[in-house]
DNA sequence: TCGATAACTGGTCAATCTGTCCAGCGAACC
DNA sequence: GGTTCGCTGGACAGATTGACCAGTTATCGA
């Protein structure tokens, strides 16, 4: 059960000094904050244990690999059938980045990136081959003016409770 | 200068064992993937280096920290003045995780995360509470399809080229 | 086809870090 | 008052790291 409550002040500045720096070890990490190095063992196991800490995975980034544009593509489902078969064929297209289920009728959001514009168009036919999509609209990305991010969040959620 | 050419098999297997199991080192992983321990190093140095891992940053989950709602939302900017000033805007909310100039005249989409529905409310108002922003059109996630993932794409890119 | 460069192997070395214990201490809670 | 919890500071053996090295393939251009 994720005990729901937050994290506290070190609980961040340890999330953020890994952030900054990640190959430090658990040792170092317990020098620049000046705690005892079980403290810090300690702390970043029940992060991991509640799921504040999903994990440390490599983050990729598809334009290094050639798949510098991005996409995102609002798909309309036929209402019978529901969204899973939708979402298993979505799954077996590596240019589907995720896909999440929104407001309003049966409707589909989906990131997806493509080596080039004319290569994104075989991505969308690729995806609207599906029988079940009846409709799709989408948008290109033309820059990313804000890069994922989640430590203000978790320095908020530190601050407030 | 990233050499835009892409990742072989043994890097693929080198990520997809990362991403499994991110605690193993260099060591261990070169003992799994039958190679020498500097073999992998070396790898990963380039991986790193060519940008194609752009870190191992500890993930955070939202949802963790009480941020369980999820949403979209596409933002209208006035014409002039430009996106700049927007994305300045924007970056100082910490519930807008990221944002992206998209096609279409002058429009932006954002994900946020906020605590319910009604804190929805009160992110999004801080977001429109800006003067350049004309009109906001919200789609609330419902479930999440597909998690964020990039492996397939490198596997992907590894077979072809 | 022949070199030359790059990549990989398998090995060493000292220094460091990890996992796992421990006892003691202060604070919060019942 | 007693108990539980979290933090401290320390210990230990074993494992890992970063840095080397010489020798062996691969790969690629001329």
Redesign the pocket.
């Known amino acids: 059960m994720p005990v729901t409550v937050g994290v506290d002040e070190?609980d961040v500045r340890l999330i953020e000094l890994l952030a900054a720096e990640p190959?430090i070890?658990?040792?170092?990490a317990?020098r620049r904050l000046?705690?005892?190095?079980?403290?810090v063992?300690?702390?970043l196991d029940?992060l991991v244990a509640r799921g504040v800490i999903k994990g440390f995975g490599p983050e990729l980034d598809p334009a290094a690999i050639g798949y510098g544009v991005t996409a995102f593509i609002t798909l309309e489902i036929r209402q019978s059938g529901g969204h899973d078969p939708v979402a298993a064929h979505l799954s077996t297209i590596p240019e589907v980045l995720e896909a999440y289920t929104i407001t309003g009728g049966g409707d589909l959001l989906c990131r997806i990136v493509a080596r080039s514009n004319a290569d994104l168009q075989r991505v969308i036919d690729e995806i609207v081959s599906y029988e079940g999509i009846v409709r799709a609209s989408t948008l290109i990305a033309l820059a990313e003016q804000l890069p994922y991010r989640t430590l203000p969040l978790v320095g908020k959620a530190a601050r407030h409770g």
Chains 1, 2 share one sequence.
């Open positions: 070190l190959r070890g658990v040792l170092e317990s000046k705690v005892a190095r079980g403290t063992q300690a702390r029940r």
